[in-house]
């Protein structure tokens, strides 16, 4: 029997990266992954969304009520396709820090590695390269 993808079988439909400077977080992943992000606002919370086209799983920086930035919990991978070197050269210059360098994975399934940003979240970074 075919299985097709659903929304059901996806287990991750949106993430949110919390941040205490709503500007000063957008202006460091527009710096480390070379994007354009979109601010705007949802009720008492700011946010800025990540690229993404459907049905790709989207994401965003957001600020708001009950919202902390943490080095400690879950991890959220970015893609830093095309090339994992390129994004964490920027790291430092952005104003984050490398946490855990680059790592490699089984053969044909990329390399990744884990950062610090500026509101203080610890955020892991994929490609395949």
């Known amino acids: 029997m075919e299985q097709t993808t659903t929304q ?3 287990p991750l439909a949106w993430f ?8 000063r977080a957008v202006a460091f992943y527009k710096t480390l992954l070379a994007i354009d992000m979109k601010i705007d606002a949802m009720g008492p919370a700011k946010l800025a969304v990540f690229p993404y086209e459907k049905p790709t ?3 965003c920086l957001m600020t708001g009520p009950g919202l902390r930035p943490s080095d400690g919990g879950a991890v959220v991978y970015l893609n830093a396709e095309p090339s994992l070197n390129a994004v964490l050269a920027r790291v430092s210059a952005a104003g984050g820090e ?3 360098p680059r790592t490699e994975l089984p053969p044909g399934m990329g390399a990744f590695a884990k950062i610090r940003d500026t509101e203080g979240n610890i955020v892991g970074l994929h490609a395949l390269d």
């Open 8 to 10: 059901h079988n996806r």
């Open 57 to 59: 799983v989207g994401g």
């Open 16 to 23: 949110e990266i919390p941040a205490a400077d709503l500007e």
């Open 98 to 100: 490398i946490v855990l």
